[in-house]
């Protein structure tokens, strides 16, 4: 209070002008927070709602995937890899056995290309799903995530008839795929994925030119494609900056040579464009995989080299040498040539590379999953800081870094 | 890769690119790790090869060799679509390598996955050197061969849990109580 009896001054001058100091507000964005997706903990520096500085902590989710991957034989790496990017397990799966056939130098059959594309694409209409779905929640719009959820868990559903499990699938096997696809799932699957379309439009007529989404997205979490290129970003992220890099048309792989796709751009790099390139490729994963249905041949699934693959059983009953193959296969693990690879695939993440070094043993000597969430999450400071802390929601949702990549 | 980039890295530096060769697809170039900055600034700067993009950058342990530790840098072009490792040789005796942050931002969690993992130091960060995974306090780099698979460095101590208390139970001459009279495995003390 200023002491009026012994003011000269004008009084309303002094009082105004008085400068007044702020200090920063730190926040713990804390591990278990419904908007933080997969335990991580931010430190953020607050002026008023303004971040100055963000601070991300990882390492809850770390469960020794590298170490674990080193004492066990190749075929037993499977699952750990399914745990990896939890959403879209497949991708995850053949990129990792893409890596395994490289090193060793095999070929797989045609037929299983097909089934390794389709699987491929189902999970990355779900990861999306899941990417759209989690951030419209916390956005606030709880009915796009209910869509989303519906449409995510029909495409499981299908996963699960040809798989045998709904997320971590554990399919497919060095030299092919293990299970052929079942009777009558094509006709299914063409079903649901015009099912799917359906819910898919009716989150785009909620989201996209919905006036409260636009103010929350369109602006927010800025990149510059030298910045995004900087920071090691691929995929949807990179694509939204105007960059134009996706594996399947950079280093075709599989069959992406011979289905017709497009790979959306974006032009500002906010997180209005992240959400329209996500939505834009589940379109286009649902044609590639009807394309391949077309294109589909019947044929093997698997090489027929009994160094790398299990011999089938009558003749493992039967004959001596089955006997011993599959002894060896099962005891020693697969004798991957000794050599390092790096082998990259494009996840629904962005581009997922595996730097693997074998000894020529029957176990890995290193396993290492170049997870494209690190980099995202190393650039979401640079994302935003100066502006405002709900603008951090967006932005972190549409990055879609998955705890179990990230922190392997 | 083409192997007119990898020419021009050598006639660039020489003696410098200690060897260069192709495996399985990947163009690697080895250096050492004095002229690691230099080589990555150049490929970075440079208009022919443009590998403005780092996409990894990781660390494998071999044990039986001197140097131990080997580093691998995997960088990028988008523009002219090519790939290249670059390897570096680090001692176990003087982990220290200088820090490529300055020019790639991406390296900046993948350096810290190294010392983390590897305890391979990095000098002249443009941020601190913090552990990735583990937490602050922990001793020890995990992924090393040396380090067991289930390492335990005793910091956590690890409580004897003799039973959680689950409440009265279900109600006396029941079917579950009757049930609830003989223990399962799971609920029978842990014997250390």
């Known amino acids: 209070m200023p002491d009026t ?4 001054v004008d009084l309303q001058e002094d009082v105004l002008d008085v400068s007044l100091e702020t200090k920063s507000m730190r926040l713990n ?5 419904p908007a933080s997706h997969g335990t991580v903990r931010f430190n953020i520096e607050l002026d008023g709602e303004v971040i100055r500085s963000l601070d991300v902590e990882i390492g809850f989710l770390h469960r020794g995937f590298e170490k674990s991957c080193e004492n066990s034989t190749w075929t037993q790496c499977l699952p750990y890899t399914d745990r990896l990017n939890y959403v879209s397990a497949m ?4 990129g990792f056995l893409t890596a395994v056939e490289k090193l060793a130098g095999i070929e797989i059959p045609e037929r299983a290309k097909y089934i390794r594309t389709i699987g491929a ?5 779900c990861d999306h799903l899941t990417c759209v779905g989690a951030m419209a929640m916390e956005l606030g719009g709880f009915t796009p ?11 499981w559903d299908r996963v699960a008839e040809l798989t045998g499990a709904r997320l971590t699938t554990t399919y497919g096997r060095i030299g092919g795929v293990n299970r052929d696809l079942p009777e009558g799932w094509v006709q299914k699957m063409k079903d649901t ?9 009716d989150i785009n007529t909620l989201l996209t030119h919905n006036r409260i989404f636009l103010e929350r997205t369109k602006g927010t979490g800025k ?5 995004a290129i900087n920071h090691g970003f691929t995929g949807p992220v990179l694509r939204a900056s105007g960059v134009d890099y996706d594996v399947r048309k950079a280093h075709p792989y599989w069959v992406y040579d011979r289905v017709e796709f497009e790979v959306p751009l974006g032009t500002e790099g906010d997180n209005y464009d992240r959400y329209a390139v996500r939505m834009e490729e589940m379109r286009q994963s649902e044609r590639i995989i009807l394309q391949c249905f077309e294109q589909m041949e019947p044929g093997p699934i698997l090489i027929d080299d009994w160094r790398y693959v299990l011999p089938p059983k009558n003749e493992v009953y039967s004959t001596i040498e089955g006997v011993i193959g599959h002894f060896k296969h099962v005891m020693e693990g697969i004798k991957i040539p000794a050599g390092t690879v790096y082998s990259y695939t494009e996840s629904p993440n962005g581009e997922l590379g595996w730097y693997l070094v074998s000894d020529g043993s029957g176990r890995p000597y290193k396993v290492h999953c170049r997870a494209p969430g690190i980099q995202l999450l190393g650039g979401l400071e640079d994302m935003v800081v100066g502006s405002l802390l709900p603008d951090l929601i967006p932005t972190f949702d549409l990055i879609n870094m998955i705890g179990g990549e990230v922190e392997q | 890769m083409s192997e007119a980039a990898v020419r021009r890295l050598q006639d660039r530096f020489g003696e410098k690119i200690l060897r260069a060769f192709s495996e399985h697809g990947n163009d690697v170039v080895v250096v050492a790790r004095e002229d690691l900055l230099e080589v990555a600034r150049f490929c970075h700067d440079d208009e022919e090869l443009d590998l403005k993009l780092p996409t990894t950058l990781t660390c494998v342990d071999y044990i039986d060799e001197k140097p131990r530790f080997e580093l691998v840098y995997v960088l990028y072009s988008v523009r002219k679509k090519h790939r290249l490792q670059i390897r570096v040789r680090v001692e176990e005796g003087d982990p220290e390598v200088p820090s490529l942050t300055p020019i790639y931002r991406g390296l900046d969690y993948w350096e810290r996955y190294c010392w983390d993992m590897y305890g391979i130091r990095f000098t002249g960060r443009t941020k ?4 990735l995974w583990m937490w602050e306090g922990f001793d020890g780099h995990p992924l090393r061969k040396d380090f067991p698979l289930r390492g335990r460095t005793g910091q956590i101590p690890e409580l004897d849990i003799k039973d959680i208390y689950r409440g009265p139970g279900p109600g006396p001459g029941s079917e579950p109580a009757r049930r609830a009279a003989t223990p399962r495995p799971s609920q029978l003390p842990i014997v250390k």
Not at chain 1, 121 to 125: A, G, V
Not at chain 1, 223 to 227: K, R, V
Request: proline share 4%.
């Open chain 1, 5 to 8: 009896k012994n003011m000269t």
């Open chain 1, 29 to 33: 964005m804390g591990p278990s927070h």
């Open chain 1, 91 to 94: 991708c995850n799966n053949f």
């Open chain 1, 121 to 125: 694409e189902l999970h990355r209409i």
């Open chain 1, 145 to 155: 995530f209910l869509y989303a959820v519906e449409a995510r868990d029909m495409l």
């Open chain 1, 193 to 201: 994925l015009a099912r799917v379309a359906e819910l898919r439009e």
């Open chain 1, 223 to 227: 990149m510059s494609a030298e910045m």
């Open chain 2, 128 to 131: 601190p050197l913090k552990r």
